[in-house]
């Protein structure tokens, strides 16, 4: 007989696999209120509920994926973030699956460094907009004050916030993003517990420290 202690049904070791969220319908109603709110108000810092995510990965990134992926999400995860324990335990709780394609990927998990830049995720189309790619980018700190100067739709007056871990080169990729809209990705951040939300529709500007 198969010993349950030590595999899935599917072949997945459960030592490798990272528990869920404790009342999957209500916490996942609660995640996905609150990307809502990070996409709409853009620059806005909000803090999850403490959940245990497998080592490497923030605790709000993994909430999110819980709360949105399914088997109908094709998920993209960069280099150092994908563990066995990532992997496994988002195949289990969600059933999606992993491709290696950025194009295809409904959703990216990524660290800030694995990435040379953010092309190659889908945009979508100009018939479907919305067929584009999430992604979720660990950066070291998030604040709500900061160098970064954000405007646009749903920011009434221009905000300022600090968004550390991000190379030089990434304010000019996202206003790339920006400038081909209504096509482009949306970008969430998050930092442990921390969330903030990045749409193709915001214009990012940095303040010089000089």
Same mark, same amino acid.
């Given at each position: 007989?198969?010993?349950?202690?030590?595999?899935?049904? =599917?072949?997945?070791? @459960?030592?490798?696999? &990272?528990?869920?969220?404790? $009342?999957?319908?209500?916490?996942?109603?609660?995640?996905?209120?609150?990307? @809502?709110?990070?996409?709409?108000?853009?620059?806005?810092?909000?803090?999850?509920?403490?959940?245990?995510?497998?080592?490497?990965?923030?605790?709000?990134?993994?909430?999110?994926?819980?709360? *949105?992926?399914?088997?109908?999400?094709?998920?993209?995860?960069?280099?150092?973030?994908?563990?066995?324990?990532? @992997?496994?335990?988002?195949?289990?709780?969600?059933? &999606?699956?992993?491709?290696?394609?950025?194009? $295809?990927?409904?959703?990216?998990?990524?660290?800030?460094?694995?990435? #040379?830049?953010?092309?190659?995720?889908?945009?979508?189309?100009? $018939?479907?907009?919305?067929?584009? /790619?999430?992604?979720?980018?660990?950066?070291?700190?998030?604040?709500?004050?900061?160098?970064?100067?954000?405007?646009?739709?749903?920011?009434?007056?221009?905000?300022?916030?600090?968004? #550390?871990?991000?190379?030089?080169?990434?304010?000019?990729?996202?206003?790339?993003?920006?400038? =081909?809209?209504?096509?482009?990705?949306?970008? *969430?951040?998050?930092?442990?517990?921390?969330?903030?939300?990045?749409?193709?529709? /915001?214009?990012? $500007?940095? #303040? =010089?420290?000089?």
């Amino acid at each position: 007989m198969e010993n349950l202690n030590q595999q899935t049904r =599917s072949g997945l070791p @459960l030592d490798e696999l &990272c528990t869920g969220l404790a $009342e999957p319908v209500s916490q996942s109603q609660q995640i996905f209120r609150q990307v @809502l709110t990070a996409l709409s108000e853009p620059g806005t810092r909000l803090t999850l509920a403490p959940v245990p995510a497998p080592k490497g990965i923030h605790s709000a990134a993994y909430q999110v994926c819980l709360a *949105l992926l399914d088997a109908d999400t094709p998920l993209w995860v960069s280099d150092s973030l994908a563990t066995p324990s990532l @992997l496994n335990s988002l195949r289990f709780h969600c059933g &999606c699956r992993v491709t290696h394609r950025r194009e $295809e990927a409904i959703f990216a998990v990524a660290s800030p460094g694995d990435l #040379e830049s953010i092309a190659g995720f889908s945009p979508g189309s100009h $018939e479907y907009p919305d067929r584009s /790619t999430t992604v979720i980018l660990q950066v070291d700190h998030l604040h709500s004050t900061g160098p970064w100067r954000l405007s646009g739709p749903g920011i009434e007056q221009p905000k300022q916030v600090g968004i #550390e871990g991000l190379a030089n080169h990434w304010p000019a990729w996202l206003r790339s993003n920006r400038a =081909s809209f209504p096509l482009g990705v949306d970008l *969430l951040l998050t930092d442990g517990n921390s969330l903030m939300g990045l749409p193709r529709t /915001t214009l990012v $500007e940095v #303040e =010089s420290c000089m």
